[in-house]
């Protein structure tokens, strides 16, 4: 039986391929318009209207190409090459050419991806004065977005565009008003007065007439050029919130809106609880159908806004969404996570981790190619978006840190390169390596080659903290950071930072400081302790006060007393904060693995060396793993207490052990020099203790007696007790 066809037969004639070859340009256009319309997307079909297209283009008028075009953006088909020469041979810039056909072509080249050189002859012409008459609001609002779809930033175009949009602000709708708005911000030229025009003319008086997309939209357009804009954005923002909450219309937000808004509220710093709680219940509802880029910018926005189902939805956006959203994220959208669950102590899941893992592996690969290709985003996207991976790293629980790192490594010493490293992702760096236990050399020292003449105490103490750990001194960041701490000895700070400090520049022996900043350090922490500024809470009261000893025993062993006040001072206080009891004293070193430390307790009390207490403690910050009888102390170093794949103690352990050996004999027991059996143990031991020399015992009622008696602080009093 004969099929019957449901075409009709001019779409047939259209469709025909034999018919293509001989189509008038005219017929031709109208059959790519009408197979556009249809998404008829045959691959053949559509070469053989390019390969037509391309035999009458001399013929192709500017209406031709207009519906060829629309007709290719409508089924998505793209050929650069093709749109280029047919648009070359149709218009020449003639200025009596239709602008609504131009802007139509504008539209369609946009919308298919071509690149911003097939853009500059038409911003040249639209530049012209009275180039833009006859276009409607709309109209020029499209084209502007256009423009701002392939980047086309034609300065004089966009002067042309503003003063054109100025002039029928009043009378433009919102969909025109969000367009122009969006495409100037996008494109970063933000005219203080368009915007002024379009939210006092166009926006703030229709605001129940905006959609939610339009709105954010809007809103985000707004936050972008919030540096003209003042005041305006935010209450042009308000007067949105305040209908949104009125009538319910938040709840039409899709995935985009939400992104866009949360964003917003953050930029302009827009602090509204029934807002947050709106936009974290509407997130909750919609976790699963946000996109790998709008989740990143949702949970970053997100994270910056207080409200009772923050937690909830970032908690089940881990669970759920993350582990499919993952494997489509850029580097920007992986940081943006990952510093958002940060924020708000949120762990990934294991599946989570190493998904994480190897989409950084694979997108640090993409932007090093493009950075060769010179096709990179912004290098101080790549450069933040390094700094909020290692700011969020403690989100990553059990990852390989030796893997992470090294698939980030390249990018950086790129960056580096190209000096488009700040000295605040340098900190950042440093100290997720110190986190991790990796000593990069080599990158430390391509860190130090960043420059920068001033930076403020905050970022001083960062870089102080996230190089000390690893042990490795940086002489040109540690001369910036001593110039930094030496031009701001007015500076206030708190306790903790102060003591955190103090405790990194020990580490570091206090290499490349200056005497005048090492002792502004103390004279500014003396302060603090003298005035009662100290924290309220006990566990981090502790931490100051060991922190602050282990640095002040660690200045007077390199200094008389009479010459640093301050230090004996410090010292003595730490002692008075947390007294003789080693157990008071918080760990300011990895914990010595159970099992060995049972191994050498065994051994000890074998050999009748053992004591029932925690260790020795000089009140110096730190406490011996155990110890023995004659009053030695003895570590027990598992690899927690080593870098990766290295035998180099931490900085922290050999300060720990310089401080305690200057009070009594140590002895180191390390992991893999331990042996498995008890007669070796023996013979390891006795070899090790029996070259030490012999030293009273410790009476440690006697040490907690002394210490409660002990006189005020002060230099005086330090001397007394030692």
């Known amino acids: 039986m004969r099929r019957v ?68 953006a409508a089924a998505n088909v793209k050929d650069a090459a093709l749109f280029r020469d047919l648009l070359k041979a149709v218009w020449q810039g003639d200025p009596a050419t239709p602008p609504k056909d131009l802007c139509s072509i504008a539209i369609s080249l946009a919308k298919l991806k071509c690149d911003a050189g097939s853009f500059d002859d038409l911003a040249e012409h639209f530049a012209r004065e009275r180039a833009l008459e006859g276009l409607e609001s709309i109209d020029v609002s499209s084209l502007a977005n256009a423009f701002s779809r392939v980047s086309c930033a034609h300065a004089p175009f966009l002067r042309a565009l503003a003063a054109q949009l100025r002039q029928d602000a009043a009378g ?7 367009m122009a708005l969006n495409a100037f911000a996008v494109m970063k030229h933000c005219d203080k007065e368009l915007f002024e025009a379009l939210v006092t003319g166009s926006v703030r008086p229709c605001v129940g007439d905006f959609t939610m997309t339009q709105a954010a939209l809007t809103v985000d357009a707004l936050a972008r050029c919030s540096e003209v804009t003042e005041d305006l954005a935010r209450q042009a923002f308000r007067s ?14 899709e995935c985009e809106d939400l992104a866009r808004l949360a964003s917003s509220a953050v930029r302009l710093q ?37 409200s009772e189902g923050r937690e909830a939805f970032l908690s089940v956006a881990a669970l759920r969404a993350l582990p499919q959203a993952l494997r489509s994220m850029g580097l920007v959208d992986l940081a943006l996570v990952a510093q958002a669950m940060a924020t708000c102590d949120i762990t990934f899941t294991s599946e989570a981790v190493a998904l994480f893992q190897q989409r950084l592996a694979e997108t640090a690969k993409e932007e090093l190619a493009h950075l060769a290709a010179d096709r990179a985003a912004e290098l101080a996207s790549l450069a933040a978006a390094l700094e909020r ?89 540690l001369l910036l950071i001593d110039d930094s701490f030496g031009a701001s000895r007015g500076y206030q700070r708190s306790l903790p930072a102060l003591s955190a400090d103090l405790f990194a520049a020990a ?25 009662d500024a100290i924290p309220s809470d006990r566990a981090l009261r502790l931490k100051c006060a060991a922190e602050l000893s282990a640095a002040a025993h660690a200045r007077l062993r390199g200094t008389a007393v009479g010459e640093s006040g301050s230090a004996a001072w410090l010292a003595d206080w ?38 029932p207490l925690p260790g020795l403690s000089a009140e110096v910050g730190f406490v011996s793993d155990l110890a023995t009888k004659g009053g030695v102390a003895v570590e027990v170093n598992g690899p927690e207490r080593f870098y990766l794949d290295s035998v180099e103690p931490l900085a922290c352990c050999r300060l720990k052990h310089r401080a305690l050996s200057a009070a009594f004999p140590a002895v180191k027991v390390s992991w893999w020099e ?17 070259g030490l020399d012999p030293v009273e015992p410790v009476d440690y009622e006697k040490m907690l007696a002394e210490a409660a008696q002990m006189p005020s602080r002060g230099a005086e009093g330090y001397e007394a007790s030692v």
């Open 270 to 306: 827009v602090e509204d609880a029934g807002l947050n709680a709106a936009l974290a219940r509407l997130g909750l509802r919609r976790v699963g159908s946000f996109s790998a880029a709008q989740l990143g910018v949702f949970c970053a926005a997100l994270a910056r806004l207080p």
């Open 674 to 690: 331990w042996p498995s059996d008890p007669a070796e143990q023996d013979r390891f031991l006795s070899v090790d203790i029996s």
């Open 172 to 178: 433009a709708a919102p969909v025109a008003a969000a």
């Open 574 to 611: 730490a002692v008075e904060v947390s007294g003789s009891d080693p157990q008071l004293a918080p760990a300011l070193v990895p914990p010595a693995p159970q099992g060995l430390r049972r191994s050498v307790f065994a051994a000890l009390r074998r050999a009748g060396q053992e004591v």
């Open 240 to 253: 949105f919130v305040d209908h949104w909450l009125r009538v319910g219309q938040l709840s039409f937000a």
């Open 507 to 531: 580490l570091l022996d206090f290499a490349y400081l200056s005497e005048e900043t090492i002792n502004s350090l103390l004279s500014a922490a003396q302060a603090c302790c003298e005035s």
């Open 389 to 477: 991976i290692a700011e969020g790293s403690k989100v990553l629980a059990g990852a390989d840190g030796k893997q992470l790192l090294a698939s980030i490594r390249p990018l950086s010493m790129d960056l580096i390169a190209r000096r488009a490293l700040r000295l605040r992702t340098a900190a950042a760096l440093m100290a997720l390596h110190a986190e991790f236990r990796v000593r990069d050399v080599a990158l430390l020292d391509a860190l130090g080659s960043i420059s920068e003449t001033r930076i403020s105490p905050v970022l001083a103490g960062r870089l102080l903290r996230g190089m000390a750990p690893l042990g490795n001194p940086v002489k040109s960041l």
């Open 5 to 72: 066809s449901r075409q009709s037969p001019l779409l047939e004639f259209q469709l025909d391929l034999r018919e293509v070859k001989h189509m008038a340009p005219h017929v031709l256009a109208s059959a790519v318009a009408s197979a556009g319309a249809g998404r008829h997307l045959a691959p053949v079909l559509w070469r053989a209207y390019g390969q037509r297209a391309l035999e009458l283009k001399k013929r192709f008028t500017v209406a031709d190409l207009r519906r060829f075009l629309q007709g290719h």
